[in-house]
């Protein structure tokens, strides 16, 4: 039989931290050039990992509201057109909005989890769950 203090020690390793910030949640905006017909995002990864989503995730959703091929070369996402960057951070926002902030109380503090084959939000902030209604 485990005592109380093995019990509480083992729970602690298996929660995951929320970190306390006071600070407002802004996502960096693109940093990018284009070159011919090919726009370049350069800071997609720092922006990926800002969100805590896999870069690719972030890269597919992209592709798929621009309406265009892109590819991750480089340490850097390339898009076959020219684009403005107004128009990229749009696009990411609306991916935040979707994918990383909770419905519920508004935190960037999320994981995405998948039960059953629907995929859900869940807030490590406030508990909740939130279905993802887009579909990659």
């Known amino acids: 039989m485990k005592t109380y203090e093995q019990l509480l020690d083992r729970a602690y390793k298996e ?3 929320v970190e306390k910030s006071s600070g407002r949640f802004e ?3 693109v940093i990018g050039e284009v070159s011919g017909n090919n726009t370049f995002i350069t800071n ?6 800002y969100l805590r989503r896999p870069v690719e995730h972030l890269v597919r959703f992209l592709q798929k509201e621009l309406a265009v091929f892109g590819k991750l070369a480089n340490n850097r996402l390339e898009l076959k057109t ?3 960057s107004s128009r990229v951070n749009e ?11 909770c419905q ?3 935190k960037p503090d999320t994981e995405m989890t998948s039960e059953k084959g629907i995929k859900y939000k869940h807030c490590l902030a406030c508990g909740a769950k939130s279905p993802i209604k887009y579909h990659l």
């Open 15 to 17: 929660v995951k931290v």
């Open 27 to 29: 996502i960096p905006k």
């Open 44 to 49: 997609i990864y720092q922006i990926a990992s």
């Open 82 to 84: 020219k684009l403005n």
């Open 91 to 101: 696009k990411i926002e609306k991916y935040a909005k979707e994918f990383v902030i």
């Open 104 to 106: 519920v109380c508004g």
